[in-house]
């Protein structure tokens, strides 16, 4: 497929018309600093250099909101970029897209700031002792619609394997809302109802990046994050341990004794996060949207997700 990619991409039209083409990216919130934030340097800025009749609009929800914009509620996009590659055969293979490709990488933490409580004793071997405290708040981006929100459900339920300790999904999600879990098979299925209704204790939000502003305001204390997001507000965070963060392709065995069972019955296996793109078969301009995923995953695209703490995929591979 990324030959034929390749292929395509070579044999696109030209853009020199007088009037400028709004090129509609969808993205997920996590893609939000890299793709067109206030940087000197941004996938939106490069592009539209590139091609200066393109007006690049940018569109940034939860990953799994992303995509329903364009299947369920009717909107078109020239490209969707989501924080879960799985994403896109899932749920637009085949009436909406009928390929990818992976470009980037991440890893979860916990970010906190110099002003969260406890944050001169929390480390990578105290952190979910931290969250147990009472005194203490913490969020996660919600699992129904976010990646980052259901692999921080994961890195709860792994943390009990990789600490021994089998009350800390307990102690920190089931008990402060109507997630649950249970053990099927050797493979620990969590499941997260339409209604989380998180405790006093939890804040949910509908993209990871929304919960920056709480870490700011001091309204929450820690938040699962990517580590990219951290990194580009300049927040202090906690390296989880390999076995837990969903980094690496040497724990992927690890990673998918875990399962999340949305809302929607679809679900999502621990695996290790690879950011995914691909333009809809109903986009408005799908020549230029295969131009923007090409400028993503040039040289040029990959130092710019470098620039911003994110690892691209280098060469990005097809799917």
């Known amino acids: 497929m990324f030959c034929l990619l390749g292929t395509v991409l070579a044999g696109c039209i030209g853009v020199g018309t007088p009037q400028k083409v709004e090129l509609k990216v969808f993205h997920a919130g996590s893609l939000a600093v890299p793709f067109g934030g206030q940087g000197n340097v941004t996938m939106e800025k490069a592009f539209e250099e590139k091609y200066p009749n393109v007006d690049v609009r940018l569109e940034s929800a939860g990953s799994v909101a992303t995509i329903r914009k364009v299947t369920d509620v009717g909107k078109t996009a020239d490209v969707v970029a989501v924080a879960d590659y799985s994403l896109i055969p899932k749920l637009m293979y085949p009436e909406y897209a ?148 969903l980094s690496s392709v040497d724990y992927a065995d690890t990673y998918k004794k875990v399962q999340v069972v949305r809302a929607s019955g679809e679900a999502a296996t621990g695996s290790p996060i690879v950011y995914g793109m691909t333009v809809p078969k109903n986009a408005d301009h799908p020549e230029l949207g295969l131009k923007f995923v090409e400028f993503v995953i040039s040289s040029e695209g990959q130092d710019i997700m470098e620039s911003y703490g994110q690892p691209p995929i280098v060469p990005a591979v097809g799917g």
């Open 98 to 245: 009928d390929w990818h490709v992976m470009f980037a990488k991440n890893k979860m933490v916990l970010a906190y700031t110099n002003q969260s409580r406890h944050a001169n004793e929390i480390n990578q071997d105290n952190w979910y002792e931290i969250l147990r405290q009472p005194d203490v708040k913490f969020g996660f981006s919600n699992p129904n619609t976010d990646p980052c929100g259901y692999r921080s459900q994961m890195v709860c339920q792994l943390v009990e394997l990789h600490y021994n300790d089998s009350k800390i999904f307990d102690d920190l999600i089931a008990n402060n809302t109507a997630i649950t879990g249970r053990l099927e098979n050797d493979t620990y299925i969590i499941t997260v109802p339409d209604d989380i209704s998180p405790s006093q204790r939890v804040s949910v939000r509908d993209k990871s990046v929304t919960l920056v502003t709480g870490l700011e305001a001091g309204g929450l204390d820690y938040a699962f994050e990517y580590q990219s997001v951290a990194k580009q507000h300049g927040l202090m965070f906690v390296e989880l341990p390999s076995q837990i963060d």
